[in-house]
Nanobody, 115 residues
Framework: VQLQASGGGWVQAGGSLRLSCAAS????????VGWFRQAPGKEREFVAA????????IYADSVKGRFTISRDNAQNTVYLQMSSLTPEDTAVYYC?????????WGQGTQVTVSS
């Protein structure tokens, strides 16, 4: 599975962005998909995840109520809608897809939020 993340960029505080993660190679319909982020000087942290077949979703407390993860199985794509962004959301965002012991990562997309 190859994952291609896109949609990052620069935005002012309070703004919104939508990240996309397009999968190729095989369908990720039955995968757990998620987003993680890594800010400069910090470890990679969990942001959101969605279970297989558009089941339950979970969010980090820091983004709950502001971010929404979704998936389009027909397009084999995962999205992260981000709103009410703050400078603390500045990071490289990575998508992940996993099933069983297999775990795949996208290349990351930079999100920069200015105050």
């Amino acid at each position: 599975v190859q994952l291609q993340a896109s949609g990052g960029g620069w935005v002012q505080a309070g703004g919104s962005l939508r990240l996309s993660c397009a999968a190729s190679g095989r369908t990720i319909r039955n995968y757990v998909v998620g987003w993680f982020r890594q800010a400069p000087g910090k470890e990679r942290e969990f942001v959101a995840a969605n279970s297989r077949n558009s089941g339950a979703t979970i969010y980090a407390d820091s983004v709950k109520g502001r971010f929404t993860i979704s998936r389009d199985n027909a397009q084999n794509t995962v999205y992260l809608q981000m709103s009410s962004l703050t400078p603390e959301d500045t990071a490289v965002y990575y998508c992940n897809a996993r099933v069983g012991w297999a775990s795949y990562w996208g290349q990351g997309t930079q999100v920069t939020v200015s105050s």
